[in-house]
């Protein structure tokens, strides 16, 4: 990386109480030569719980940020990294849910806020009532269980009567007896635990969303030569092949720097120098 030695040597904080460090530490150290360290005592869930007895502060950048500037100041550092997750239908296609991970990159020092990010179909976020063990079980088994987590509650959105951290279906077994034994408790919710320490398949996204990142950080302003010049938006256009009218396909990435402004456009190759017609308004209307 031609900017590493602005951060080499450096100590950068990891924004986390839940193992992210396990994926974005080692291509942090390896692409930036910083110097990881994991905050003592950081509760981050006083951020925004996926069990939603704590709302989230903000949305999902403004939460990140409140995490990474939490850490470092905790850790005294002026270099930080937060990661923050978002579960929810896909923009783009309907009835299907995603899973969008932010990473935020800050460095104080030189004023840089650089986002990386990373949006997959990948997710076994799912719940449901069950009133018995084997419905439990057949869910548990369903997303993955013991491998991934699963979180009991009394009802879906309550507050109260959560529990975490199960890891066994011998203790899945016990958790659920015990809370349908409660009076009037005909059934409980059971849902799958998003925390990255409980999830692999998120913790893969989160590893991708660091990787893009380091991309981000990787790219260099022509004019200023600050890291983080990167795609803030695009520009349709891309012509039909048969027709020759453009289609909503974008034509050019536009490219802008946060630190000057300077501000490129850059023409999008993935679908090549003409769009296939079924992409066409014209010849597909």
Not at 105 to 125: A, P, Q, S, V, W
Not at 156 to 174: D, P, S, V, W, Y
């Amino acid at each position: 990386m031609r900017n590493r030695s602005l951060f080499k040597g450096r100590k950068l904080v990891i924004a986390t109480m839940h193992e992210k460090e396990r994926v974005i530490a080692p291509l942090l150290e390896k692409h930036l030569g910083v110097e990881v360290v994991i905050p003592k005592q950081f509760d981050s869930d006083r951020f925004g719980t996926f069990t939603r007895d704590i709302e989230r502060a903000g949305n999902q950048l403004e939460a990140a940020r409140a995490k990474v500037h939490a850490a470092m100041a905790l850790a005294r550092t002026d270099l930080g990294v937060s990661s923050e997750g978002s579960f929810g239908a896909h923009p783009s296609i309907p009835f299907i849910q995603s899973n969008l991970e932010l990473l935020l990159f800050m460095d104080r020092k030189n004023g840089y806020e650089i986002r990386g990010h990373h949006r997959t179909l990948e997710t076994n976020i799912d719940g449901q009532y069950v009133a018995n063990v084997e419905e439990a079980l057949d869910f548990a088994r369903k997303i993955g269980f013991p491998e991934h987590g699963v979180i009991v509650r009394k009802s879906e959105n309550g507050r109260f009567g959560i529990h975490k951290n199960i890891q066994t279906e011998e203790a899945l077994t016990e958790t659920v007896n015990k809370m349908l034994a409660g009076l009037f408790t005909k059934r409980v919710f059971i849902e799958t635990d998003m925390r990255a320490h409980r999830n692999p398949t998120r913790m893969k996204a989160i590893e991708q969303a660091t990787e893009d990142l380091i991309k981000n950080i990787a790219s260099l302003c022509p004019e200023c030569r600050a890291p983080g010049f990167v795609v803030i938006d695009f520009e349709k256009g891309l012509e039909c092949s048969l027709c020759k009218m453009p289609t909503d396909l974008p034509l050019n990435d536009l490219y802008k720097c946060s630190q000057c402004s300077h501000e490129e456009k850059k023409r999008v190759t993935k679908y090549g120098d003409s769009a296939d017609p079924q992409y066409c308004g014209y010849c597909n209307p």
